[in-house]
């Protein structure tokens, strides 16, 4: 199971920091990414981090400005979101994957007014 966290409302420039708590399978075997949808959007990926943390990547869109980590002893990700623009408005959601395996948290609402 996996349950991100940590969204919330903050204006333009502001910062956000969402954790992803991972449950019930071996989480230093998977990748984990973040994914996100706006209103009126597709879903997208804006993050995916390899298994040790040693190979990240980055929609472009948010290169510089957020940055994914984990912590495996703990089974934790996180996405620490800085320089936050109205457009980053979305349902944020944290993935694990390991073919053939997949799951998908609940999400959480990040909101950036203007």
């Known amino acids: 199971q996996l349950q991100a966290s940590g969204g919330g409302l903050v204006q333009a420039g502001g910062s956000l920091r969402l954790s992803c708590t991972a449950s019930?399978?071996?989480?230093?075997?998977?990748?984990i990414g973040w994914f996100r949808q706006g209103p009126g959007k597709v879903l997208e990926g804006v993050s995916c981090?390899?298994?040790?943390?040693?190979?990240?990547r980055y929609l472009d869109s948010v290169k510089g400005r957020f940055t994914a980590s984990r912590d495996n002893a703990k089974n934790m990700a996180y996405l620490e979101m800085n320089s936050l623009k109205p457009e980053d408005t979305a349902v944020y959601y944290c993935?694990?994957?390991?073919?053939?395996?997949?799951?998908w948290g609940q999400g959480t609402q990040v909101t950036v007014s203007s």
């Open positions: 019930g399978f071996t989480f230093d075997a998977f990748e």
């Open positions: 981090i390899s298994r040790q943390g040693d190979n990240i």
């Open positions: 993935n694990a994957k390991r073919f053939p395996y997949e799951y």
